[in-house]
């Protein structure tokens, strides 16, 4: 070999080796993105479990602002176009005397401590005159529960006339005297007790595990399966009408909320024990004449679900950007933009002790968003005509700012794989995400709806999973019922009670419009059902 070859063996080697380093460095480079990409997934989950939960914007004193330039262009397009002025908002202080008008519907007793008579004056021996009492203190006293057996008895009265001769009616008569039915017919269990168990679990979220725990304290030997075919029965044969009632009330409204949560059921046939099924829940708008939640078991999470839902439906739906909801016809689907600013969060890199690290281009797109809330937070006492008027010049404004920020940034190079997510999420459902433009009286998030499933979310974690579909449909009946109870300020085991009570002895199978008084938002429920408005306004 000539020492020409050699030469170019020698470069052709140079060559191959340094493009496998090239190669290597790309390799390297690419993982290194991957890594950092799987720390600030890491960072971000230990934020979500063990950080604050609230979603409110924290602004350190000092930081300069990350998005000043477009705030100021927002703000200034406000101004020219006569933005709203509302006063600012301050939280009012504790009303003096709530403390005394909470206490005034409890039952009192006084404990007197009196002078013995024959007592002396301790500091010369002398006679005592009582001359007058003070109060120490007030205090509230717990009384545990108890149980107590009752018996039913009917009176049976003979007619002294009938079998006598002494009319038409040749047979003795037998009269008894009415009495209530049963809720549960041969069962110990009483609309009360019953109701109880369902307050407890899908109120107090304490499962039918430890429920029984404490029965047996009382004095009762109550088995949890006997606790859930009492509701599971009750469920069915007495909650259901209402249950229905309130899903074809809340398809005549306008605008509606929507989401879904996953719920396990241990013997759905032909599914695993493990295999998700799911909890769909409907919320009415804030702007609807009814107050109401109407939570849905299915096995699937289809689009079919929703579409037959919402078949009676016409109206708005505000839900987040589950494809699933494009099969429903009929409805203007209108987006929530609390999903966009959670994935602009997600985005922002986080240093090891779990804090953002600024300058992030997701910290800019959540500024810009923060001004829409903080605009509709100005607006929310306005009408929705008036609301609908603003929004066109100031919300406006604000889109506008977000959508050129989304492009410009878009266009950016970044290894940040949320960043290019919520980018993409946002400009794929630009249409959607500003609907609430159209109507004065849509929201522009779903949390309405989410603070309904977050209940059943919370529970969730205790009771863990639904034997079997019969007990998951009793779950969404209760919720619904419960949910709903709350969201009209009634109180939850009073409500339930009385409708155990009552519902036994309504003829609605062939009278169903005797239904409506027992609703949720029924003006003609009893007194006891309902809370003290005053004073749950004031420590809510």
């Known amino acids: 070999m000539t020492k020409q070859e050699e030469l170019l063996m020698l470069r052709a080697l140079v060559a191959k080796q340094k493009e496998e380093l090239e190669q290597k460095d790309k390799t390297i480079e690419k ?25 409110v914007t924290e602004h350190i004193p000092g930081q300069m602002n990350l998005f000043s330039t477009t705030q100021d262009l927002a703000k200034e397009l406000f101004h020219e176009q006569k933005k709203i002025t509302v006063p600012a908002h301050q939280r009012k202080t504790r009303q003096p005397g709530v403390r005394a008008e909470m206490l005034a519907s409890l039952p009192k007793d006084i404990d007197e401590y009196i002078i013995n008579p024959e007592e002396v004056c301790s500091t010369c021996g002398g006679k005592l005159k009582v001359i007058g009492k003070r109060l120490i203190r007030t205090e509230v006293e717990f009384i545990p529960a108890r149980l107590k057996v009752v018996q039913i008895v009917q009176q049976i009265a003979k007619c002294t006339e009938c079998g006598t001769g002494k009319n038409d009616n040749p047979k003795d008569h037998f009269q008894k005297a009415a009495i209530p039915s049963s809720v549960l017919p041969h069962s110990i269990a009483t609309a009360s007790l019953v109701a109880q168990v369902m307050y407890q679990k899908f109120m107090m979220g304490i499962p039918l595990s430890r429920q029984e725990k404490e029965w047996y304290r009382l004095g009762l030997v109550l088995p949890r399966n006997n606790m859930a075919h009492w ?7 007495w909650l259901t009408p209402i249950y229905n009632r309130i899903h074809s009330e809340l398809m005549k409204c306008d605008c509606l909320h ?7 059921c241990n013997k ?48 708005y739906l505000t839900t987040d950007a589950y494809i699933a909801y494009e099969k429903v016809d009929n409805i203007k689907r209108n987006l929530c933009w609390a999903h966009v600013r959670r994935y602009m969060i997600e985005s922002i890199p986080l240093d090891s002790r779990g804090k953002e690290i600024p300058g992030s281009k997701g910290a800019e797109g959540r500024d810009l968003i923060d001004l829409l809330f ?13 609301r609908k008027e603003k929004r066109q010049v100031a919300s406006r404004a604000i ?19 949320k960043l290019t997510k919520a980018l993409a ?12 433009l159209e109507d004065g009286r849509l929201p522009i998030s779903n949390n309405l709806c989410e603070a309904n499933i977050k209940p059943y979310a919370t529970a969730r974690r205790a009771w863990l999973f639904a034997d079997t579909p019969k007990g998951a ?29 009552i519902m036994p002895d309504i003829d609605f199978n062939n009278h169903p419009e005797m239904i409506d008084a027992y609703l949720p938002w029924s003006k003609d429920l009893p007194q006891e059902c309902r809370l003290n408005k005053r004073i749950h306004k004031e420590f809510r």
Request: hydrophobic content about 35%.
């Open 268 to 315: 759905e046939e032909g599914r695993k024990a493990s295999t998700d099924s799911f909890m769909w829940v409907i919320r009415s708008g804030a702007s609807e004449g009814i107050t109401a939640s109407y939570f849905h078991y299915s096995p699937s999470r289809s689009g079919k679900v929703a579409q037959n839902l919402l078949t009676e439906f016409k109206g």
């Open 374 to 386: 903080k605009l509709e937070d100005e607006m929310k006492d306005l009408s929705p005509e008036i």
């Open 399 to 417: 889109l506008d700012a977000f959508w050129s920020w989304v492009e410009n940034t878009s266009a950016l190079t970044t290894t940040n794989e």
């Open 258 to 264: 929507m989401d879904e949560t996953r719920i396990q």
């Open 473 to 501: 449909t009793a779950n969404a009946v209760l919720y619904t019922i419960v949910e709903s109870a709350k969201a009209n300020d009634l109180d939850v085991y009073e409500y339930i009670h009385h409708l155990l009570r």
């Open 231 to 237: 509701v599971i029965r009750c469920s069915e044969e």
């Open 31 to 55: 993982q290194n993105i991957r890594i950092e990409n799987m720390i600030q997934a890491l960072l971000h989950a230990r934020q979500k479990l063990f950080g604050k939960s609230t979603e």
């Open 425 to 436: 999420y946002a400009a794929n459902h630009k249409n959607y995400l500003e609907t609430f």
